[in-house]
């Protein structure tokens, strides 16, 4: 079988090691995907709380996991009554 760029450019992707990144920086990236989904339309309720931190809600939305990684997906029936 003959071998595409597309091929090369996956095996490249799963060879790369990734560059840690600071906690401020994780941060601050957070906080830039919660402006793009505020922006975006979608609710975002957050509080703070001495004993259990930042909690982010978005009614919206619901969670999985996938290899050990979330997977954020709209909620639709959630979505069509907001």
């Known amino acids: 079988m003959k ?13 790369r090691t990734e560059t840690p990144i600071t906690a401020t920086e ?5 906080a ?13 309720n957050y509080s703070n ?6 909690t982010l809600y978005l009614p919206q ?3 999985g996991a996938e290899g050990g990684a979330a997977r954020f997906v709209l909620d639709i029936i959630a979505t069509e009554q907001a």
Do not use: P
């Open 3 to 15: 071998r595409t760029k597309n091929d090369a450019r996956l095996t490249a992707k799963r060879n």
């Open 26 to 30: 994780a941060l601050q990236l957070l």
């Open 32 to 44: 830039s995907a919660v402006n793009y989904c505020q922006k975006a339309g979608l609710k975002v």
């Open 49 to 54: 709380d001495s004993t259990q931190g930042l």
């Open 61 to 63: 939305c619901k969670i």
